[in-house]
């Protein structure tokens, strides 16, 4: 960069002036973007002190310097390996985008770095270096994945087979409540006939026994006495009259 250069640059910075709207600050929905300022007792548009400057001619960068990044190059930005083809290295400097990728990053800042550009954002990128395992670990690895593989191709069949044997459980419990209730039906059918067979029976009886008259009860037997003990009683009586 030359001395003008850096002059231009310098008077640029001092030059330089923020435009913003009045009442900026004073009302949240208010941005800092520039408005002209139209009211009839607007302190910026009468230019009181302290109420923020115009934009006038004179504040304007040296056409030389205008749009130039601070180093001294006009910035361009990159997004591949070919958009380094067209560029000047003696007066362009690129901005890697953050769109790319830490893999492609790399070669890009590479091979930029080996033709001479300045590079305004650039970043370490630290390579994931892989350990190389011995050959040892290397076929236990191997004998390790095909176990897994075969584990898993056990494990369907293994689940199919389970799953039979739940639902032959199943079947086989469902069964025995069915023959349990089938039993327990066929238990009150066979009693069913037997108990209507005996008060079938036990009706006429009964019948029978309302309609016929009530027997009169027999007299007791007395024991038959002997004719000797009789005489001889009778005969005392006598006697005694």
Same mark, same amino acid.
């Given at each position: 960069?030359?001395?003008?250069?850096?002059?231009?640059?310098?008077?640029?910075?001092?030059?330089?002036?923020?435009?913003?709207?009045?009442?900026?600050?004073?009302?949240?929905?208010?941005?800092?973007?520039?408005?002209?300022?139209?009211?009839?007792?607007?302190?910026?548009?009468?230019?009181?002190?302290?109420?923020?400057?115009?934009?006038?001619?004179?504040?304007?960068?040296?056409?030389?310097?205008?749009?130039?990044?601070?180093?001294?190059?006009?910035?361009?930005?990159?997004?591949?390996?070919?958009?380094?083809?067209?560029?000047?290295?003696?007066?362009?400097?690129?901005?890697?985008?953050?769109?790319?990728?830490?893999?492609?990053?790399?070669?890009?800042?590479?091979?930029?770095?080996?033709?001479?550009?300045?590079?305004?954002?650039?970043?370490?990128?630290?390579?994931?270096?892989?350990?190389?395992?011995?050959?040892? +670990? $290397?076929?236990? #690895?191997? &004998?390790?994945?095909? %176990?897994? /593989?075969? *584990?898993?191709?056990?494990?369907? =069949? @293994? !689940?199919?087979?389970?799953?039979?044997?739940?639902?032959?459980?199943?079947?086989?419990?469902?069964?025995?409540?069915?023959?349990?209730?089938?039993?327990?039906?066929?238990?009150?059918?066979?009693?069913?006939?037997?108990?209507?067979?005996?008060?079938?029976?036990?009706?006429?009886?009964?019948?029978?026994? +309302? $309609?016929?008259? #009530?027997? &009169?009860?027999?007299? %007791?037997? /007395?024991? *038959?006495?002997?004719?000797?003990? =009789? @005489? !001889?009683?009778?005969?005392?009586?006598?006697?005694?009259?």
């Amino acid at each position: 960069m030359t001395t003008e250069t850096k002059r231009l640059i310098r008077v640029r910075t001092e030059k330089s002036a923020v435009f913003k709207r009045s009442g900026f600050g004073t009302k949240p929905q208010l941005s800092d973007s520039w408005r002209k300022p139209r009211g009839q007792h607007n302190k910026q548009r009468e230019q009181k002190k302290a109420k923020g400057a115009l934009p006038k001619p004179g504040y304007g960068s040296p056409v030389a310097v205008r749009g130039m990044h601070p180093s001294g190059f006009f910035e361009v930005m990159v997004f591949s390996e070919k958009d380094l083809e067209k560029l000047d290295i003696k007066t362009q400097a690129i901005r890697i985008s953050a769109g790319v990728g830490g893999r492609k990053r790399k070669a890009l800042q590479e091979k930029a770095a080996a033709a001479g550009f300045k590079i305004l954002n650039t970043k370490v990128i630290k390579d994931l270096v892989k350990k190389e395992k011995p050959a040892e +670990e $290397k076929k236990e #690895a191997a &004998k390790d994945k095909k %176990e897994t /593989k075969d *584990a898993k191709k056990a494990a369907p =069949a @293994k !689940k199919g087979a389970a799953k039979a044997e739940d639902a032959k459980k199943k079947g086989a419990e469902e069964k025995k409540p069915a023959a349990k209730s089938a039993s327990k039906s066929a238990k009150p059918a066979a009693k069913q006939p037997v108990k209507k067979e005996e008060k079938a029976a036990a009706k006429p009886k009964a019948k029978e026994a +309302e $309609k016929a008259p #009530a027997k &009169k009860a027999a007299p %007791e037997k /007395k024991p *038959a006495a002997d004719k000797t003990g =009789a @005489k !001889k009683k009778s005969s005392g009586v006598k006697k005694n009259d």
